[in-house]
C-alpha cells in the first residue's frame, strides 16, 4: 500500500537530538505510540496539509519503495535512512514550508 503524506513531524530521539519527516496521520500515531513506549522521546506536528510539490511526490515515492508501511503498535521505531538526494529534497520541502 502506498502512503501518502501531508504533514512535517520534527522527531526527538531519545539521545536528545532531532530530525525532520515528512507523515501523515498513521504515521504520527505510530510515532506517538513509539513516544509513549520510549521507542523515541518524543514527535511533535510542525505543519498539517502541506502542499503537494515534486519535492514531495519524490520523498513520498522514495520512501514507499524502501521501506513498508508498519502496524501501528510496531514494537520499535522505524527510522527512514534517506540518500543524499533524497534528504536535499526534504530540506527542500522544509524550506517551501519555512521551517528551515
Same mark, same amino acid.
Not at 515534486?54 to 511526490?57: D, F
Given at each position: 500500500?502506498q502512503e /501518502?503524506?501531508?504533514?512535517?513531524? #520534527?522527531i526527538?530521539?531519545d539521545? $536528545?537530538? &532531532? ?6 496521520i /498513521?504515521?504520527?500515531g505510530?510515532? #506517538?505510540?513509539a513516544?509513549d513506549? $520510549?521507542? &523515541?522521546k518524543q514527535v511533535r506536528?510542525?505543519?498539517i496539509?502541506?502542499?503537494?510539490s515534486?519535492?514531495?511526490?519524490r ?16 514494537d520499535g521505531?522505524q527510522e527512514?535512512?534517506k ?9 527542500q520541502?522544509?524550506?517551501d514550508n519555512?521551517?528551515?
Open positions: 500500500m /501518502t503524506f501531508d504533514m512535517i513531524e #520534527e526527538t530521539r539521545d $536528545g537530538s &532531532i530530525y525532520y519527516e515528512l507523515g501523515n /498513521t504515521h504520527n505510530r510515532a #506517538e505510540y513516544a513506549h $520510549g521507542f &523515541i506536528i510542525l505543519k496539509n502541506i502542499p503537494r515534486k519535492h514531495v511526490e520523498v513520498e515515492a522514495y520512501i514507499n519503495e524502501n521501506y513498508e508501511k508498519l502496524p501501528l503498535e510496531y521505531w527512514w535512512k540518500s543524499p538526494e533524497i534528504q536535499q529534497e526534504l530540506d520541502i522544509l524550506l519555512k521551517l528551515g
